[in-house]
């Protein structure tokens, strides 16, 4: 699986949008990037997944750049509830459910 | 629907001894995994099961160990408890083996 670099910490401020950087340039044609995110002992909870296009749900949105080196979670309108640690994982899903997570980033969102 | 239920969610166990945890997967979910989560080495993958086979295994000793049953509930076993097993595990199950997985709330499992 393809290595993931993400900052240590971001703080964002409550209502705005937050936006997680991610940097994955070794990514393979057929890995997916996966967001997950844990807030403070509790079990890791999903957010999304793309591939290669944009991808949006009712939590969050994921931007991937055309040549797939990088992404971007956004958070559109972040609340206290979101200070957790996000992670970015990359993956090939044809080889189970194995995730590798990294440090991930601490997000602390401020009121 | 309910999410994914591991028991116990609190364990203390002495040095030498062994721990059995459970897992019960969402509804319908054929894939398990297992994770240890230590502050010292993060989220580690253990391994994964899908309809009662191993599909991957985790760099960790023969005494950690797993099972799934045919309701695709799981159980892992710890034998010979060290220090270093004090940790949280986490289970996670999935639709088929390669969706998103679905993390449970964890055993925090104390070895004195």
């Known amino acids: 699986d393809a290595k993931t670099t993400q900052p240590t910490s971001m703080d964002c401020a409550e209502g705005r949008a937050a936006n997680l950087p991610c940097n994955h340039s070794?990514?393979?044609?057929?890995?997916?990037v996966y967001w997950y995110r844990q807030i403070h002992s509790q079990g890791p909870q999903y957010i999304i997944h793309?591939?290669?296009n944009n991808e949006t749900n009712e939590m969050a949105s994921l931007i991937i750049t055309e040549d797939r080196k990088s992404s971007t979670l956004i958070l559109p309108h972040a609340t206290l509830r979101d200070t957790a640690v996000y992670y970015c994982?990359?993956?090939?899903?044809?080889?189970?459910?194995?995730?590798?997570f990294g440090a991930g980033t601490i997000l602390r969102v401020k009121s | 629907k309910a999410g994914v239920t591991q028991t116990p969610r609190y364990l203390i166990k002495t040095r030498g001894q062994q721990v059995t945890l459970s897992c019960s997967p969402i509804?319908?979910?054929?894939?398990v995994s297992w994770y240890q989560q230590t502050p010292g080495q993060g989220l580690q993958f253990l391994f994964e099961?899908?309809?009662?086979?191993?599909?991957n295994k985790g760099n960790f000793p023969g005494r950690f160990s797993g099972r799934q049953f045919s309701n695709s509930r799981s159980e892992m076993n710890v034998s010979t408890l060290e220090l270093g097993d004090s940790a949280l595990y986490l289970c996670?199950?999935?639709?088929?083996?390669?969706?998103?997985?679905?993390f449970g709330q964890g055993t925090r499992l104390t070895v004195v």
């Open positions: 994982i990359v993956r090939v899903d044809e080889y189970g459910n194995k995730l590798v």
């Open positions: 070794t990514i393979s044609g057929n890995e997916y």
């Open positions: 793309g591939l290669k």
């Open positions: 509804s319908g979910h054929r894939s």
């Open positions: 099961y899908f309809s009662e086979t191993q599909r």
């Open positions: 996670a199950s999935a639709l088929i083996s390669n969706t998103e997985a679905f």
